[in-house]
Every structure is written in C-alpha cells, then in structure tokens.
C-alpha cells in the first residue's frame, strides 16, 4: 500500500512554469509506475503523464506533449511534474497517481491505477 500527497500547486500566469511535487509513503514505491492526471468540474479525469518504475520510460497526452515532464526519485519517495508553458487549459487540480504493482503500466486509464492522492489546484491566468 502506498499514501500519495501531492504539493506545488497555484496560481499562475499564462506562459508561466510551476512544479508538481507527490511525495509517497511506503517502501514500495519503486514497484509502482506513477502517473499525473487532472480534472475539471464537470468533466472526466483526464491523464497527464505517466512514468515507469525506474523512470526510463515516459508516456504524455498530447496535449502537454513538450511542455510538460515527468519524473521520479526513487530514493526519495516522490515524482514531480514540471509544466512549462501553461495555458488557461491547463487549470484544473491535478492528481498522482500509483499504477499496477510491479508493472510498468503507463496508459491512461485512470481506473487501472490504484492509489490516489487528494489532488492540488493549478489555476492558469489569461
């Protein structure tokens, strides 16, 4: 079992950068695969990125494709999310995520991961 607590969101302006930090309890986060998705009012969640268990290997939804990355510290327990170039699209709260363990899932369906953390708000300003 793992506890995800997600941290780094706010208030930016459009272009702007922020990070995304999840910070995981447990040993056994390295045989996870982690994952980021994002959710709006009103709408399905919707996946980010997702990263394997030794970080190797990445997956992105187009849409954030080349402004945002993904990655792991396995030594300490977190994986971080680093948004560049933001857009007002980009507002929503986004969530980690713990996929299937001891696989490297990296897909987008959210039902697939196990464990989830409460979410954090990331506001996009026009």
């Known amino acids: 079992q793992v506890q995800l607590v997600e941290s780094g969101g706010g208030l930016v302006q459009a272009g702007g950068s922020l990070r995304l930090s999840c910070a995981a309890s447990?040993?056994?986060?390295?045989?996870?695969?982690m994952g980021w998705f994002r959710q709006v009012p009103g709408k399905e969640r919707e996946f980010v990125a997702a990263?394997?268990?030794?970080?190797?290997?990445?997956n992105y939804a187009d849409s954030v494709k080349g402004r945002f990355t993904i990655a792991r510290d396995n030594a300490k327990n977190t994986v971080s999310l680093q948004m560049n170039s933001l857009k007002p699209e980009d507002t929503a709260v986004y969530y980690c995520?713990?996929?299937?363990?001891?696989?490297?899932?990296?897909?987008?369906?959210?039902?697939?991961?196990?464990?989830w953390g409460q979410g954090t708000q990331v506001t996009v300003s026009s």
């Open positions: 447990g040993r056994t986060f390295r045989s996870f695969p």
């Open positions: 995520a713990a996929g299937p363990l001891y696989t490297d899932y990296r897909g987008g369906t959210p039902n697939q991961y196990d464990y």
């Open positions: 990263i394997s268990r030794s970080g190797g290997s990445t």
